[in-house]
């Protein structure tokens, strides 16, 4: 395993939309070992959420500065994204944040979890262990469909 294989599975797990749903079979691709791929790609899924869960909500709070052409369409993205997991947050609470990020589909994961989290003012420290959580969680079910391991259900 190279210092470039690393730096892909990692960067890869660390970006938006791919994140370790990219990352994972990317290190499976490059040869990793399974225990490998599993933990750099979590490693770089978490790695922007501490960033992301004590920065997010700053930013929104420099939402009503941007000029109205971006500031219409973010405030109709962030207030979409709030409505749609509002009533998923009230039932099941601190559950609903581990699933959102859990979930290894598109418009989920880390990222999502931590713009819910600032959006529905789940304090950091309490967002912190529960997007790990679904980290964790989303890791295996990932390394498990990209091992075929699924297809055996």
Do not use: C
Not at 75 to 87: C, D, G, N, P
């Amino acid at each position: 395993m190279d210092a470039l294989s690393v730096l892909k599975v990692v960067g890869l797990s660390a970006a938006p939309i791919s994140e370790l749903r990219g990352g994972l079979p990317l290190a499976l691709s490059l040869g990793m070992h399974p225990a490998a791929a599993y933990s750099l790609a979590v490693a770089g899924n978490l790695l922007p959420v501490p960033f992301l869960l004590w920065g997010l909500s700053r930013l929104l709070a420099l939402l009503p500065r941007l000029p109205e052409r971006w500031r219409g369409p973010v405030e109709r993205y962030l207030a979409w994204q709030k409505r749609r997991h509002l009533r998923r947050f009230a039932r099941l609470g601190d559950v609903a944040l581990v699933l959102v990020v859990a979930v290894p589909l598109p418009a989920t994961g880390a990222w999502t979890g931590a713009l819910l989290a600032a959006l529905l003012g789940i304090p950091p420290r309490r967002a912190l262990p529960l997007i790990t959580l679904g980290v964790l969680l989303a890791g295996g079910i990932v390394l498990a469909a990209s091992l075929g391991l699924l297809s055996l259900l």
